[in-house]
């Protein structure tokens, strides 16, 4: 029987998703213990997209196969009972066998958030990203038209990305501002490594007025990661959605808020 469940986590306490030889405290690697102790035997699961350490999720979509019978319902509330409180599972059901988490999946979205004032903020520690310089969010978004459509991002990607091509498609780049927080939300196809990153750096640079919108173009132009920005923060980034086709039946949970 193959399981999706979709979940949420607090990325400042993993080193990222995926599970280390090291022993390292990661997000896989305490849902396979807590879906172990519910199945009885040793659980795998596949997520949708790994994150960084220090990124979070609030629908994070995974899947596993498994001979163990059990209730949506136990694998929800058993493995909540089993893993660490900055992990909860919000959902599960069974899949055929020809869904996958990561290669059904046609879309992502993230949001990366920015406290946009003089001081810091303790209470939202790990959880957002802070900048000091104001941040002018015409700007930014003018800046983001020129990363829509399906384009080369070699420029946006860690030099150490794995992916066997550069080419992405950005459908949405939105930039808005509510009170002190700078929102910028982002959704494509798929995501190359640090490319959300990346791009928030870049936008902040021209945020705060250090660069012309238009370089955000120009950075995606020269193809080389050494033209772009400083990568943002971990910190302030947030898988919010996953998306699959409708036969999969995959829940889709209204997750437009930002908990911090």
């Given at each position: 029987m193959r399981i999706a469940l979709g979940m949420e986590y607090d990325g400042q306490h993993f080193r990222g998703w995926q599970a280390q030889k090291s022993g390292l405290p990661t997000v896989q690697a305490s849902l396979q213990r807590g879906l172990s102790r519910v199945a009885n035997v040793p659980v795998a699961v596949v997520c949708a997209g790994r994150t960084d350490a220090g990124v979070h999720a609030l629908e994070?979509?995974?899947?596993?196969?498994?001979?163990?019978?059990?209730?949506?319902?136990?694998?929800?509330?058993?493995t909540?009972?089993?893993i660490e409180r900055a992990i909860t599972v919000l959902w599960a059901k069974?899949?055929?066998?020809?869904?996958?988490a990561r290669f059904s999946a046609f879309s992502r979205r993230y949001r990366y958030v920015i406290?946009?004032?003089p001081v810091r903020s303790s209470l939202a520690s790990g959880r957002i990203t802070w900048e000091y310089r104001p941040l002018d969010v015409m700007r930014m978004a003018e800046a983001g038209h020129y990363l829509l459509g399906e384009q080369d991002f070699t420029s946006y990607r860690a030099v150490a990305c794995q992916s066997n091509t550069p080419f992405r498609n950005v459908t949405r780049l939105d930039v808005s501002r509510h009170d002190d927080l700078v929102f910028i939300d982002i959704e494509a196809n798929a995501f190359l490594h640090h490319m959300v990153r990346n791009i928030a750096g870049v936008l902040m640079d021209i945020g705060a007025g250090e660069r012309s919108p238009d370089w955000a173009g120009e950075v995606l132009a020269a193809r080389d990661r050494t033209a772009g920005g400083v990568t943002a923060p971990p910190h302030g980034l947030y898988l919010m959605a996953v998306g699959y086709p409708s036969e999969f039946g995959v829940p889709h949970l209204s997750n437009t808020r930002l908990v911090w």
């Open positions: 994070q979509v995974v899947h596993f196969d498994t001979e163990a019978e059990r209730s949506a319902q136990s694998w929800v509330r058993g909540n009972t089993n069974p899949v055929s066998n020809d869904f996958h406290l946009n004032r």
